[in-house]
């Protein structure tokens, strides 16, 4: 294509060349990304000078344009808009942008760290209520489900429409519905899934610290151990040391040291227990409640357990805003390449524990604490104590490496707080004592209320439209498929039936606690 020109025509009386001021540009137009790799962004001010033009007033030859060919009207659409394309200040002093020198390797390291944990060591618990035909049916089904609701996320990280990248799962929402339905719908289950998640951990992680201290020290110890919360408080020791690197691209390498640890210890407790054999009486028929009701909220706890087996979907926008992207390498291909290796290893690591365990134990699994529980119940004789050592091992490192990624959105949301009103980086040492409340509220929590995992059905029930639905919703609403094409019935369809397994989980959680009840000890962990 021939450089585009400008001809300024004689007229015949002279007059005064008026030149309008460029207006000043905010972003480099190949720049996809809102902020810079700095921690102070440049910005143009409205106050800045245009600068001056060096081409006469009266002058009547042609001359050529100073804009880009890809601003010009031959451009494309996408072209256009990414000249409008404004830096976000803040961005560049947040722990999860502060650095976009991501790449595939680390949005795979991250998204297995986040993606496996100890909730996928329950897995063979559904099966004995679902059985095996409608067990694998159902695991199959929502790994394809969330599967495709995470391609959802990496493709709307970036708006052609704007030019923007929306950074956080939170700021997509409000940007496609408001922010007023964003603080009523997404604000809690998000945060839940960040700050209750790390209760969670701090959980999983000091109890089986003190299960690692007793198989190491063995039966002849005559050292006093630790008690519970002592042990709570050595692992948020730990989580809050860890937790002073300074943004989500720093955290890479210890999210490959969780990622390898998760799939470790899943494939040493499966490939044990098959080892070992099968129980002695082993059955392998759906347990049934006694009446149907208990019987439909025992299958829909199934289902909840299969659901929430699958994490880390309010963590992708985050983990894809640490990558450089440009109109030529937008950052969706080298995220998608990750989660598609990331995923890959999951299905590799959930699919065998779960039929794995349900083959070794069939029902007799125990409900509380899942596979995990049944390998020390029905081994701890027959293996080795260095198998079950590095199992615990395994299990704790990954604990305190997930922490980590889970928390780091906490901390974003905190230090957000702050770079608005005071307009300025967050310092150094707000930040660590921002972490630090952080790590030491979640073990309060931890200690203060122990039984605030008789209530993970209720309140997952409410988190679980971030994975299945939330996605489907945003999609319709800023792609704006064909009305009733495929693409709109899929989308429709998976949205109002991920709301509606939330509800009927909420409904099960609410009779679940009602017809149990809670047993309600306050800084009383076990």
């Known amino acids: 294509m021939r450089e585009a020109q400008e001809i300024s025509s004689a007229p015949i009386t002279p007059r005064p060349a008026t030149t309008e001021p460029t207006p000043p540009v905010s972003c480099p137009p190949s720049q996809f990304h809102s902020p810079s790799l700095s921690r102070s962004p ?58 976009r020198n ?17 909730q996928a060591l329950v897995l063979p618990v559904a099966f004995t209520i679902l059985g095996w035909t409608w067990g694998i049916i159902n695991l199959t089904l929502a790994f394809i489900w969330q599967l495709y609701t995470l391609w959802l996320l990496v493709q709307l990280h970036e708006s052609t429409e704007t030019g923007m990248r929306y950074s956080r799962y939170l700021q997509l929402f409000n940007a496609t519905f408001g922010e007023r339905l964003g603080n009523l719908l997404a604000l809690f289950p ?13 959980i999983i992680g000091g109890s089986t ?32 040391l860890l937790s002073q690197l300074p943004n989500l691209n720093s955290i890479a390498g210890v999210s490959l040291i969780g990622a390898v640890t998760a799939i470790g210890y899943c494939t040493s407790i ?25 019987h439909i909220f025992s299958v829909l706890n199934a289902l909840g357990i299969i659901a929430f087996a699958f994490r880390g979907h309010n963590l992708i926008l985050e983990i894809q805003a640490t990558m450089p992207s440009s109109e030529k390498h937008p950052s969706r291909v080298p995220m998608w390449k990750g989660v598609k290796f990331s995923y ?64 780091m959105p906490m901390f974003d949301f905190m230090e957000s707080k702050y770079t608005t009103r005071m307009k300025k980086p967050c310092p150094w040492w707000l930040r660590s004592l921002f972490r630090a409340m952080f790590g030491y509220g ?85």
């Open 442 to 526: 979640c073990f309060f929590v931890a200690v203060a209320i122990p039984f605030l995992g008789s209530l993970a059905g209720l309140i997952g029930g409410i988190a679980l439209p971030v994975t299945l639905a939330y996605p489907c919703f945003m999609w319709l609403k800023i792609k704006k498929p064909k009305t009733y094409s495929p693409t709109w019935w899929l989308n429709w369809g998976l949205g109002v039936l991920g709301m509606g397994l939330s509800s009927v989980l909420i409904a099960a959680g609410i009779y679940v606690v009602i017809d149990t009840g809670i047993e309600a000890k306050f800084f009383h962990p076990e």
């Open 344 to 407: 890959t290893i999951i299905a590799l690591g959930l699919f065998p524990l779960a039929i794995g365990g349900y083959w070794a134990y069939g029902q007799m699994i125990p409900s509380n604490g899942g596979i995990l529980t049944a390998l020390y119940a029905f081994h701890s004789q027959d293996v080795s104590q260095f198998v079950l050592g590095l199992t615990s091992l395994f299990i704790i490192v990954n604990a305190v490496s997930s922490f980590q990624i889970y928390g």
């Open 270 to 294: 499966w490939v044990v227990s098959v080892a070992e054999g099968r129980l002695p009486g082993v059955s392998y028929n759906p347990v049934k409640e006694g009446t149907d009701i208990e």
């Open 102 to 118: 991501g790449n595939a390797y680390y949005a795979a390291f991250h998204t297995l760290c986040s993606g496996i944990g100890a």
């Open 190 to 202: 998000i945060m839940y899934l960040s700050g209750g998640t790390c209760v969670a951990l701090i």
């Open 42 to 99: 440049l910005l143009h001010t409205d106050n800045e000078e245009a600068p001056q033009s060096k081409t006469p007033k009266t002058s009547r030859t042609p001359r050529l344009s100073l804009t880009p060919r890809f601003i010009t009207p031959l451009g494309s659409p996408m072209r256009r808009v990414l000249r409008l394309t404004k830096l976000d200040p803040q961005d560049a002093w947040l722990p999860i942008t502060e650095s």
């Open 209 to 240: 610290s003190k299960t690692f201290y007793q198989i190491v020290c063995g039966a002849t110890c005559t050292k006093v151990p630790l008690t519970t919360v002592e042990w709570y408080l050595v692992f948020t020791c730990a989580a809050v």
